[in-house]
Nanobody
Framework: QVQLVESGGGLVQAGGSLRLSCAAS????????MGWFRQAPGKEREFVAA????????????YYADSVKGRFTISRDNAKNTVYLKMNSLKPEDTAVYYC?????????????????WGQGTQVTVSS
């Protein structure tokens, strides 16, 4: 069982930055693929970014939605059991509840149904 707790959301002006954090419980955090998704009012939850598991024999891979590529950066600190989402050049259309998710397969997926555990979400509001 993995528990995920997001933090770092808030209200920011367009063009500003935020860094979201997702703290995970459990001793095998480094073996999980981690993802960030977001859901705006009246819309489906959508993929934002993902990062693969950490191993000594392969690179850690990252993946981004086209809408955030070049503005958002996903990273992980396995010593702290934490995954981050640094968001720069924020736009009003980035306003949503942001969710962290964990995938035991480890690859880091764009698909919601491949994630086993979800956090409760953190609100990000970008004003124009």
């Amino acid at each position: 069982q993995v528990q995920l707790v997001e933090s770092g959301g808030g209200l920011v002006q367009a063009g500003g930055s935020l860094r979201l954090s997702c703290a995970a419980s459990g001793r095998t955090f480094s073996s999980y693929g981690m993802g960030w998704f977001r859901q705006a009012p009246g819309k489906e939850r959508e993929f934002v970014a993902a990062i693969s598991w950490t191993s000594s024999w392969s690179d850690t891979n990252t993946y981004y939605a086209d809408s955030v590529k070049g503005r958002f950066t996903i990273s992980r600190d396995n010593a702290k059991n934490t995954v981050y989402l640094k968001m720069n050049s924020l736009k009003p259309e980035d306003t949503a509840v942001y969710y962290c998710a964990a995938d035991h397969r480890g690859s880091g997926s764009r698909r919601r149904d491949e994630y086993d555990y979800w956090g409760q979400g953190t609100q990000v509001t970008v004003s124009s």
